[in-house]
């Protein structure tokens, strides 16, 4: 019972020191706060760190389609689809490597345009020679002129039509939803075009095998199984891979 009454004092008298403990304490240091920090602005509304990241991971999301409706990537990954599906070997070589083939071309054929546009618009803009509006304009207009010297007049007449316009006056009044639909639509185009011309030296093989057999008796057995070593005998002779290639980088205009 002692003992009991004992511990209870000695609890209470914690409790009760404990204020005075709190109070002799050195204080905490105060942490101060972050400041608002404004790394840019639109107009005259600063624009935060949160709001700039939120703009450029959209930037970044939007780059697979830039890439396919502002560069000749379209027309180079086509034609080398085409030409593989013209060889008949399935999946060789794998879109990996056809794809990552494309992207190389596409750096290369499009590199005189952005060295361009980095040094007449972008380039001075960072160093704060010009404003945004202006690095903008000066920026792309390379670019714009690099897809009006693919797109072909009635393409580009076509959505003209669609969008309800008439005539342009210039390049520059061309509104870039109708020259991005236009350098699509003739990018295509113009890809089926080289596949065709890939594909007749090929079909030819085919036939040829193909009238071998019939002429052999040997009806069951396939024209393409015996037909696919000689294509790609024939391809390895002429260097196909370096003349397609070749021929892609040689076929855009204005470069």
């Known amino acids: 019972m002692n003992s009991r009454r004992l511990l209870l004092t000695v609890v209470v008298l914690v409790l009760a020191c404990l204020p005075l403990l709190a109070a002799a304490a050195p204080a905490a240091p105060q942490v101060p706060s972050l400041p608002n920090v404004t790394v840019g602005r639109i107009g005259d509304a600063p624009v935060s760190v949160p709001l700039q990241t939120l ?35 399935g999946q060789t070589p794998s879109n990996q490597i056809l794809v990552g083939l494309s992207l190389f071309l596409t750096a290369m054929v499009m590199m005189p345009v952005w060295q361009k546009a980095w ?57 870039f939803p109708v020259l991005a639909a236009s350098f699509v639509t003739s990018e295509l185009k113009t890809a089926f075009e ?39 005998l024939l391809f390895v002779l002429v260097d196909g891979w370096v003349l397609t290639v070749g021929t892609l980088a040689a076929s855009f205009n204005g470069v």
């Open 194 to 232: 080289i596949g065709f011309l890939i594909f007749i030296p090929f079909v030819v093989i085919d036939l040829v095998v193909a009238s071998v057999l019939m002429s052999m008796g040997m009806m069951m057995l396939s024209p393409m199984l015996i037909s696919a070593p000689f294509k790609i």
């Open 55 to 89: 703009l450029l991971m959209t930037g970044i999301t939007l780059l697979p389609s830039l890439l396919l409706v502002m560069t000749c990537f379209t027309r180079i990954i086509i034609v080398l689809a085409l030409l593989r599906q013209a060889l008949g070997t």
């Open 119 to 175: 040094d007449a618009g972008f380039g001075p803009y960072l160093n704060g020679d010009i404003d945004f509006r202006s690095a903008w304009d000066l920026g792309t207009a390379p670019l714009r002129a690099f897809m009006l010297a693919q797109v072909r007049e009635t393409d580009l007449m076509t959505f003209a039509g669609l969008a309800g316009h008439d005539t342009y006056s210039g390049p520059d009044a061309v509104p």
